[in-house]
């Protein structure tokens, strides 16, 4: 038997090939299905199964193409009701691969449908969970992501309970736990940055699976300090739930090669957002004007989701040479579909030809040490709230980069005002969002807070949340 975690960092997502005697399982696979089917066939077996913990809110699963590519039935638990065919399986159901059994556990409580799914190896006994959305290492699913769901996210909360209480913690403390999601994931709060782990050492350290733990206080402290979840998650709900294109249909109309004419042509005609992937610093030293920068090797699908707020929005692409690929995959994980090209050659050739260039202004920690010591600027900290309260620049206004859309109005168009977040990363998406809307007097600070904090800058120390007014 053998069982191999997938694990995506940029989601903070696991994906899981199990296998036994010939014959494999998939649990909430990527958007992207060749990496499955290729690893069946390096090993030699066929996929008998593709198993869904819940129907996810913050990614596009592969299910819907790998069963077609495969043959494989997609399996979910009690209380999904997908618009495709699917097994819905009940309690306690058991599946065979090869010698191996999974049988499953409906575990309600982050959504519905929620199932863990127990592996029980070639002796039947209880080897790992697969715990979805149920059970993080360090946390537990969010109630409140369940799409147009009767209950409310504390009624949910109490499913969880008793769904953590008398489905996984009567588990043997050597039994693995496999999540769906590790540190970084919006679907908790507190996970850890470990991603595989053991019952016995979740109830001696998830702050949710205390032994004494009554109902009232689990509803109270998982429900207490949740955020807005991004905008795209019910959106990928829908998807995941009622279909999607297939991702090769995606990627021929995501992989439409344009000339810097052409380019330039397709975003006036059709409204496209210029989505611009380069590193930030590249970007800020020139970039095609009114193009958004979210650079492909941060956070991208989370900050696109988070940032975009139509789903179905046509999306023009600027990448590094030979990355296109990459980005329009990345784009479909979380169901932005609807590229429509590429830049051919990049901006180098929007520049050899002679088009419109735009640029940043990106200054030193220690260079805008200096210009703060002098001009006492306005600084403007998109990092999160709970950043911006462990520590910050004295006077520095906290406009976080989740809800920038919905905050332009706080900034200011006749100041000059300085960006920065905490590595670089988020300040320059900021950055560009502002100067497609007209903002221009913006100036980003490399590294972020990190190495301001090495400055002279006057910093404050951390003030409690309860305290603000």
């Not at 999306?315 to 979380?334: F, H, Q, S, Y």
């Not at 900021?430 to 007097?441: E, F, P």
Request: proline share 5%; charged share 25%; net charge negative.
């Amino acid at each position: 038997m053998k069982v191999e975690q997938i694990y995506t960092g940029c989601l903070a997502q696991a994906a899981y090939y199990i296998e036994s005697n010939g014959e494999a399982a998939i649990i909430d696979p990527l958007r992207e299905t060749e990496p499955y089917i290729e690893k069946a066939e390096s090993e030699k077996a066929k996929i008998k199964y593709v198993f869904q913990t819940h129907f996810h809110a913050d990614f596009v699963s592969g299910h819907i193409d790998l069963a077609k590519a495969t043959g494989a039935p997609i399996v979910f638990g009690p209380n999904a009701n997908p618009s495709y065919e699917a097994i819905i399986a009940k309690d306690g159901q058991e599946f065979k691969i090869g010698t191996a059994t999974i049988k499953v556990l409906h575990t309600p409580g982050h959504t519905m449908e929620s199932t863990t799914y127990l592996l029980l190896d070639e002796q039947g006994k209880e080897h790992a969970i697969f715990s979805g959305d149920t059970l993080f290492l360090g946390d537990v699913g969010r109630p409140d992501l369940a799409v147009k769901s009767d209950l409310t996210e504390e009624q949910l909360a109490e499913h969880l309970f008793d769904s953590l209480r008398n489905k996984i913690m009567t588990l043997p403390d050597e039994v693995i736990v496999y999540p769906g999601h590790g540190a970084g994931s919006a679907c908790g709060k507190n996970m850890r940055k470990e991603t595989v782990g053991t019952i016995g050492e979740e109830k001696a350290s998830n702050y949710a699976l205390r032994a004494d733990m009554s109902k009232e206080e689990f509803v109270k402290e998982v429900t207490e300090g949740l955020t807005t979840p991004p905008a795209y998650f019910p959106k990928n709900v829908l998807m995941n739930k009622q279909g999607y294109d297939s991702i090769e249909t995606v990627l021929d109309r995501g992989l439409q090669a344009l000339s810097p004419e052409g380019f330039e042509a397709a975003a006036n005609e059709t409204g496209a957002l210029m989505l611009d992937t380069r590193d930030p610093e590249t970007f800020a030293k020139g970039f095609v004007p009114n193009s958004i920068n979210i650079g492909i090797d941060g956070n991208f699908a989370p900050w696109v989701g988070a940032l975009i707020p139509d789903i179905k929005q046509a999306i023009l692409i600027i990448a590094d040479e030979g990355r296109e690929e990459e980005v329009v995959t990345r784009l479909a994980r979380v169901g932005y579909d609807h590229s429509i090209g590429f830049l051919q050659g990049g901006f180098a050739a929007w520049k050899a030809a002679g088009k419109d260039v735009d640029t940043v202004e990106s200054i030193s920690a220690a260079e805008f040490a200096e210009r703060h010591s002098a001009e006492k600027p306005l600084v403007i900290d998109v990092r999160k709230p709970s950043e911006y309260l462990s520590e910050h620049v004295i006077d520095a206004e906290n406009i976080p980069l989740d809800y920038i859309n919905e905050h332009m109005a706080e900034f200011n168009k006749e100041r000059l005002q300085y960006l920065h977040c905490a590595g670089g990363y988020r300040s320059m998406i900021a950055a560009s969002i502002l100067k497609a809307r007209g903002y221009d007097n913006v100036v980003n600070v490399q590294g972020g807070f990190k190495v301001i904090a090495e400055t002279s800058v006057p910093k404050s120390d951390y003030v409690c949340p309860s305290t603000l007014k």
